[in-house]
């Protein structure tokens, strides 16, 4: 077996400033996903005054504004949290599909890694189990998803 250069990044969160944008809409389980997030990266070592939170009314107005944080260069990462559940028409696929895509061009464009916390679910229950349930809370994988790419991204630079 030959031994070839691996690049990889840890998960330490030294001087990060992070930006995590999270809707308003289904704020019951967006809020638990913060938390998830911000409990997440203060373990890791982020410090509180290098984290802010920014609020949109949903989902689909997320892409925006991560283009703006991420275009401002003032963040390391940014952080999308978010819960479209599932209804009786066709909204849901419409708001998803638009975040999701309008969230990776902006990380895509900016060269800011966004880890991609917005829960798309089948039911409530679905996302209660995704925020801090029995599925874990995913607002606090998106953190350190986010983390572990802006530390390869400055590793790369290297």
């Not at 009786?88 to 061009?105: I, L, S």
């Not at 995704?130 to 998803?145: D, M, Q, T």
């Amino acid at each position: 077996m030959t031994t070839i250069k691996t690049i990889e990044a840890d998960l330490l969160a030294r001087d990060i400033r992070v930006a995590i944008v999270a809707a308003r809409f289904n704020d019951f389980v967006v809020t638990k996903l913060v938390d998830g997030a911000v409990d997440a990266l203060l373990r890791h070592g982020a410090s509180e005054k290098n984290l802010e939170l920014v609020r949109v009314p949903g989902a689909f107005d997320m892409p925006l504004i991560v283009r703006r944080l991420a275009q401002s260069k003032r963040y390391d990462a940014i952080v999308a949290l978010g819960a479209v559940i599932k209804g009786e028409t066709a909204h849901f696929d419409y708001v998803a599909g638009e975040c999701a895509a309008g969230v990776a061009r902006a990380a895509l464009d900016s060269g800011v890694p966004v880890g991609f916390g917005v829960l798309t679910c089948e039911s409530f229950e679905q996302a209660i189990d995704r925020a801090g349930g029995k599925a874990g809370n995913k607002g606090a994988e998106a953190a350190l998803a986010a983390l572990e790419m802006s530390n390869l991204l400055k590793r790369l630079e290297a």
